[in-house]
């Protein structure tokens, strides 16, 4: 790819000022507000229905919000038409002409808006070399690939020399491994250009890829914002724990000194700020061992494991879950004869007791938890094998809410 020299960062930035966006009754967007600095590559992030699509719309001038301006470079332009704005997007479709080959394709937009020819040849040529279509110019769209159709679709934005790339779920047509390399194709033009860009997607992996920072959707409203390893790292809610990867979350109540599950105590390096609550881990934080860890380690039985090539995935029932599971099955098998249900009953019910680390436990609504780990491959653990889990204090996040 060509080079180009990157323009320094001007520190101007997209600003959304508490948008509102209702349908009717509905509320798509319930006050939103973000700084995007230019030359950032921001994504916003969530689940079909969060209202990503929305707002980008708003940003590229295609919907009208219903409260609060959207200001580009220090001027207001909420009340300007898409065609008036310096965005431009590339839409999940692509849109390419079919009839037209690659090169009038992305000289349309110039044409038609009455450029002079000499810099429509001028800006076709780059937007052909930054994306590496020189080969393909002449072609239909039907004779490229869907990663080149992609580019087209791209390049064709480009050339209209934006200040901002809005970009709706441009990869979703690809299979996993095309857009696992327009992935970074996307990025590497980014850091290239110094181009803002505003990426829509509901794919978690992708988001953590190509982004500087990332915006989590929740019904109409931005549950966190931060860059990758912040919002992967320090989840503050359980949703974005369990939106962005996989997560243990361990329900329990505060100590003075850290916190108490339904398997026992754990130090906690943040104080929680409430009196029963959540905290999260990471299945790859968790460290198994034979001998017990200094801190935070559980006794645990390992309830399966699946080998995944890469890595192993663990399940493993800790104390407490074992010990309700017993009960419940006590409790519920029918066939038992009365007097042999009375003992185990009382037996089950007298574990269960007992793995009760605390009278406050009892009384409270802690479930029963098991714990899922991703380690090496090797050695291969075996359901039913004893072992230690450690969750170290540094990995286990105090979560907000
Ligand atoms: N023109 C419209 N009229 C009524 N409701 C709408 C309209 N456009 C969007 N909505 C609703 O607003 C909510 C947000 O839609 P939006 O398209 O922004 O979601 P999204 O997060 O982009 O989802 P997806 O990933 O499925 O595209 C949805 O519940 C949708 O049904």
Redesign the pocket.
């Known amino acids: 790819m060509t080079t180009v020299a990157r323009p320094p960062a001007t520190g101007e930035s997209l600003s959304i000022q508490n948008v509102v966006k209702k349908?009717?009754d509905?509320t798509?967007l319930g006050g939103v507000s973000l700084e995007v600095p230019s030359g950032e590559f921001f994504t916003l992030l969530?689940?079909?229905?969060?209202?990503?699509?929305?707002?980008l719309r708003i940003i590229a001038g295609l919907e009208v919000p219903t409260e609060g301006r959207v200001v580009l470079l220090g001027k207001d332009i909420t009340p300007l038409p898409a065609n008036q704005r310096p965005v431009n997007t590339v839409f999940q479709s692509y849109a390419l002409f079919p009839h037209l080959s690659v090169w009038e394709n992305i000289a349309f937009g110039l044409k038609s808006r009455r450029m002079d020819k000499a810099e429509v040849e001028r800006r076709v040529k780059y937007g052909l070399e930054i994306l590496q279509l020189e080969r393909f110019k002449d072609r239909l769209p039907h004779q490229l690939s869907g990663g080149q159709r992609q580019r087209v679709a791209l390049a064709r934005a480009l050339v209209n020399e934006p200040q901002v790339l809005l970009l709706d779920?441009p990869m979703s047509a690809l299979d996993a491994k095309l857009r696992a390399e327009v992935q970074v194709q996307l990025r590497r033009l980014q850091q290239q250009l110094g181009l803002t860009f505003i990426l829509?997607t509901?794919d978690q992996d992708e988001a953590m890829a190509v982004s500087d920072r990332i915006a989590l959707?929740r019904m109409?409203h931005l549950e966190q914002v931060g860059t990758p390893d912040e919002v992967y790292e320090r989840p503050r809610t359980r949703y974005a724990a369990e939106f962005l990867g996989a997560a243990n979350l361990i329900k329990g109540l505060r100590l003075p000194m850290g916190f108490e599950a339904s398997f026992g105590k754990l130090a906690l390096n943040r104080t929680p700020p409430w009196d029963e609550g959540y905290v999260a881990i990471r299945p790859e934080r968790v460290r198994l061992s034979e001998v017990e860890p200094r801190q935070n380690g559980l006794r645990v039985r390992v309830r399966e494991a699946v080998y995944r090539g890469a890595y192993q995935e663990v399940w493993l029932e800790t104390r407490r879950a074992r010990a309700s599971d017993e009960l419940r099955e006590s409790l519920s098998s029918s066939a038992m004869a009365s007097s042999s249900l009375e003992t185990r009953r009382a037996r089950a019910s007298d574990e269960l007791r007992e793995s009760l680390s605390s009278s406050a436990m009892a009384s409270s609504s802690l479930e029963p938890c098991d714990i899922r780990v991703r380690t090496a491959p090797h050695p291969t653990f075996q359901a039913g094998q004893e072992l230690w889990a450690e969750l170290p204090a540094d990995a286990l996040v105090v979560l907000d809410e």
């Open positions: 349908f009717g509905f798509a969530g689940p079909s229905g969060c209202g990503k699509t929305t707002l779920e829509v509901h959707m109409g």
